[in-house]
């Protein structure tokens, strides 16, 4: 009994392990994966497991102790589960789950081992570091942020980029020449808008989606499509494309002797620049690595600082 026993936990333990590798990796069936492994140790292995020690435990006096230890279990579980899968309530039961071990399991473990003679210290001792290792990560995960909270900043930096679209329109149509700029930011923005379509395409939506319904997009919180859309595929990447087109933008602006909108300006706005002493390229500090809904607000606001750039450099001129 006790093999089977073990054989159903090592399942359920690498079914979680599977899903986690997974949910880090942003592949298919994750989500499966993950409530397949969690549930099933909850529900099947840590009951049986519990059940089995405890008809093998010569002292029944330690069935509280036992009780107490699966609705620990349970309790932690469940809000890791919850969070990991964004579920609602996660929040909640992980505001439970923090304290629970300490204010329940605790003083019950202690009170019930205490009438053991000889009870020893060591088993204490480890099973205080279990508790504050588990409650660490939880508190861990209650720092995450919400991926609904990535979401609303990706909608709110929409509504802004359609604003100054409006603005742009009204001002590029009543002027005439001034081509460099205008060839030269539109290249810009060609590339800034390919980017946003293919990591828009990585998250199985479009601009429409994240108009009217942000929050079906997936992988938002992913750190690796950014990466992926801008430096893989067909050599220039995008990723150096883009970078190479903002210089290009930068030094035409130079060639304009506009007072008011200057090169260093213009650097400023797009954040065009590199931290000293690195030989990290612009386009890899701001776009490897980084999370999607970050690299997606960010080239949302190179495009409004391109077009205020082009606005205020034509109404000049005008």
């Known amino acids: 009994m006790k093999q089977k026993i073990y054989l159903i936990g090592i399942i359920f333990f690498i079914l979680t392990i599977f899903g986690t590798l997974f949910k880090i990796m942003h592949y298919p069936g994750a989500g499966i994966l993950l409530t397949l492994g969690f549930f099933g140790l909850i529900i099947i292995f840590f009951p049986l497991e519990l059940i089995n020690a405890f008809r093998s435990e010569k002292n029944k006096s330690l069935k509280p102790l036992y009780i107490v230890t699966y609705i620990t279990m349970f309790i932690l579980f469940t809000g890791m589960l919850f969070k990991i899968m964004h579920w609602p ?36 001792v480890s099973v205080l570091l279990l508790l504050t290792f588990m409650s660490a990560f939880n508190a861990l995960l209650a720092l995450n942020v919400s991926k609904v909270k990535l979401v609303d900043s990706m909608f709110l930096a929409s509504m802004y980029h359609r604003t100054a679209i409006l603005k742009e329109q009204q001002i590029i149509k009543s002027i005439a ?10 290249k810009v923005l060609k590339l800034l808008g390919e980017a946003k379509n293919k990591i828009m ?59 008011r909108v200057t090169p260093a300006i213009a650097t400023e706005l797009l954040e065009f620049t590199t931290i000293d002493g690195e030989n990290q390229m612009w386009s890899e500090m701001m776009f490897s690595g980084n999370w999607t809904s970050w690299s997606l607000v960010y080239l949302g606001m190179l495009e409004n600082n391109v077009m205020l750039i082009r606005s205020e450099l034509l109404a000049d001129m005008y």
């Open 177 to 186: 020449g001034s081509e460099d700029i205008i060839i030269s930011s539109e």
């Open 201 to 259: 395409t990585g998250t199985l939506s479009n601009s429409e989606t994240l108009a009217s319904d942000p929050y079906t997009m997936k992988y938002v919180d992913s750190k690796g499509l950014s990466t992926e859309i801008m430096f893989r595929g067909a050599e220039p990447y995008l990723g150096y494309r883009l970078e190479q087109s903002i210089k290009e933008l930068i030094e035409t602006i130079a060639l304009t002797g506009n007072e």
């Open 89 to 124: 309530m996660a929040s909640l039961l992980l505001l439970i789950a923090l304290p629970f071990p300490f204010l329940v399991f605790l003083p019950v473990f202690l009170i019930v081992t205490k009438r053991i003679e000889n009870f020893s210290i060591y088993k204490t």
